[in-house]
């Protein structure tokens, strides 16, 4: 299971963190990523924590402006969001990830992923 906390509405140019803590595995099973969803639009994988190497990956659109952390412990990851922009609105959803070079980028197949969260919305207004 996979719950996210930390969505909200914010004004352009402000911050959010977003949270997604798993039960049920580990990072010994899977890595964690971050995706998003607009109205209208594929889901889209922004940020991920590969637990093999310990690295992270992200999408273009929000490199620089986003830092991904993990706590091993936990197996959770927060989504530190900074300089946010109206186009970042969408619903930020948590998965399971077997392989990070996979989840950055638009998702063609959501049932290749076994976990997903239900999702937070994020609102950023102009």
């Known amino acids: 299971q996979l719950v996210e906390s930390g969505g909200g509405l914010v004004q352009a140019g402000g911050s959010l963190t977003l949270s997604c803590a798993a039960s049920?595995?580990?990072?010994?099973?899977?890595?964690l990523g971050w995706f998003r969803q607009a109205p209208g639009q594929e889901r889209e994988g922004i940020a991920c924590?590969?637990?093999?190497?310990?690295?992270?990956h992200y999408a273009d659109s929000v490199k620089d402006r986003f830092t991904l952390s993990h706590d091993n412990a936990e197996t959770a990851v927060h989504l530190q969001m900074n300089s946010l922009k109206p186009e970042d609105t969408a619903v930020y959803y948590c998965?399971?990830?077997?392989?990070?070079?996979?989840?950055?980028?638009?998702?063609?197949?959501?049932?290749?992923?076994?976990?997903w969260g239900r999702g937070t919305q994020v609102t950023v207004s102009s």
């Open positions: 998965a399971a990830v077997d392989f990070c070079e996979n989840s950055i980028g638009v998702i063609t197949s959501l049932k290749s992923y076994d976990y």
């Open positions: 049920g595995f580990t990072f010994d099973e899977y890595g």
């Open positions: 924590f590969d637990p093999s190497d310990e690295t992270t």
